[in-house]
């Protein structure tokens, strides 16, 4: 069936780290748009990057469409940067859905 | 410049009540979404809208019902709650052409059955 999935399920960094996040799916997408949800529940647009590269600050993201998969760089992460970050896809044949994987819980400690 | 709202932000009912969530926009986008948020499960999209008086499923839509009269607002009402449907509800509109553009979140309200 198809599928969204992230890893890793969850990450601790030290501030200032570097970290990679990725995003595999599993069939041929419209869209796909990373999202950071804050500790206080908001989800955040990060990204909407069907392929391609993007650079938005510290972060980037790129989607490689015909290998299914996307990545999300966070570059000298920082202590706001902690929260969850989903990746969601739009499928060809799923009409409305736009489909959430579980998510990469981040912690960035001071 | 509001940009989405939701309200109200926090609720609780009880069993067999009926609660409507309220969701604003002020982008005038075509498209609007409601999702809900549970452990386990992710966020998984109830119902959608492609413009005023067009409405139509997504993965969850029983037990809940939708109207859009007017382009800016989208409520989602819970017709008879149910304990399984303590949530997060979040409301989202898109601002391109077609439905797989950017989504943009509202706050989410919070609902609690008893």
């Known amino acids: 069936g198809i599928q969204v999935e992230q890893s890793p399920p969850d990450l601790i960094l030290q501030e200032g780290a570097n970290s990679t996040l990725r995003c595999n799916f599993s069939?041929?997408?419209?869209?796909l748009q990373w999202f950071h949800q804050n500790p206080w529940g908001q989800l955040i647009n990060l990204f909407y990057i069907p392929s391609g590269t993007k650079q938005n600050g510290r972060l980037s993201a790129t989607t490689v469409a015909t290998e299914r998969y996307s990545l999300l760089y966070i570059s000298s992460s920082q202590t706001t940067d902690s929260g969850v970050y989903f990746c969601?896809?739009?499928?060809?044949?799923?009409?409305?859905?736009?489909?959430f994987g579980q998510g990469t819980e981040l912690s960035v400690k001071p | 410049d509001a940009g989405i709202t939701q309200s109200p932000r926090y609720k609780i009912t009880e069993t067999g009540r009926q609660v409507t969530l309220m969701c604003h926009q002020t982008?005038?986008?075509?498209?609007m979404f409601w999702y809900r948020q549970d452990l386990g499960h992710g966020l998984r999209l109830i119902y959608y809208?492609?413009?005023?008086?067009?409405?139509d499923k997504g993965e969850v839509p029983d037990g809940y019902v939708v109207s859009r009269s007017k382009t800016e607002n989208f409520p989602l009402t819970l017709e008879s709650a149910t304990r399984s449907q303590t949530s997060v509800y979040f409301c989202a509109s898109s601002d391109g052409g077609a439905i797989w553009e950017t989504q943009y979140f509202g706050p989410g309200t919070r609902l609690l059955v008893l």
């Open positions: 069939d041929s997408v419209n869209n």
């Open positions: 969601a896809v739009f499928f060809y044949n799923q009409g409305g859905k736009l489909i």
């Open positions: 809208s492609a413009a005023a008086d067009i409405t």
């Open positions: 982008w005038s986008h075509s498209y």
